[in-house]
C-alpha cells in the first residue's frame, strides 16, 4: 500500500522539479543512487521497470527507502499494462509513470488512488489522459516530441495542464531554465543525471554533488 496520498505525491513532484530515473539489477548499486539522489536534495525517485525480477527488486528497495528515508517517495515508471501497474501498487509504489496512454491503468491507479503519469505526444492524448484523471502528464520523448516549444503550444490553450518532460533533460543551466520557463511542472532525468561512468566508478559522491547541482539550478527556475 502506497504509504503517500496521491495530492501529497503530487505536492512533492512539483516542490521537487527534477524526479530522478534510474535501473540497475544490481541492488546495492540502486540503494547507492538513491542515497545518493536523497543527500543531493532529491526526494522523489522513479523505479524504472526493466529487466528479470524488477518488481522484486523494487519491493526490496522500497521497505529499505520506507526505513532509511522514510520521506522519500518512491515510484515506478515504464510500466506500459494495468497488470503490472497492480503488481507495483501492491508492492507500495506512491506512483505510476508510463510512456504511454492506457485507459486501463487509469482504473487500477484511480481504484486505489495513485497517481498516474502516462506518456503523451499530443494535445489530444493530453486531454484524453486528464479527462481519465491524470494530474501531471508525461511527455515522451521530450525532445522528440517537440521539446519546450511544446511545452509552451500546449500552455497556451490549456494553462491548466501540468507536463513532465521525460528523455532529452538535461540538468544544465540553459537546459533547465528553457524547460522551466515553457511551463512544465517537473522534469524526469535518468542517464543525464546518474551518468554511466559515475555508477561504474561507484562514484557516490560525484553522484551526491551532481544531483544537489541539478536541484540547485531548478530551484532558480521552476514555478511552485
Known sequence: MARFQRTDVIIKMREAGIIPIFYHKDRDICRNVIKACHDGGMKVFEFTNRGDYAHDLFSDLNRWAEKEFPAMVLGAGS??????ASLYIQLGANFIVSPVLNPEMARVCNRRKILWSPGCGSLSEISQAEELGAEIVKIFPGSSVGGPDFVRSVKGPCPWTSIMP???????????????????????????????????????????????????????????
Not at 79 to 84: K, L, P
Request: aromatic share 6%; hydrophobic share 45%; proline share 2%.
Open 166 to 224: 521525460t528523455g532529452g533533460v538535461e540538468p544544465t543551466v540553459d537546459n533547465l531554465r528553457e524547460w522551466f520557463e515553457a511551463g512544465v511542472t517537473c522534469v524526469g532525468i535518468g542517464s543525464n543525471l546518474i551518468t554511466k561512468e559515475l555508477v561504474l566508478n561507484k562514484d557516490w559522491n560525484g553522484l551526491t554533488k551532481r544531483v544537489a547541482g541539478a536541484v540547485k539550478v531548478a530551484r532558480m527556475f521552476r514555478k511552485v
Open 79 to 84: 510500466i506500459i499494462d494495468a497488470g503490472t
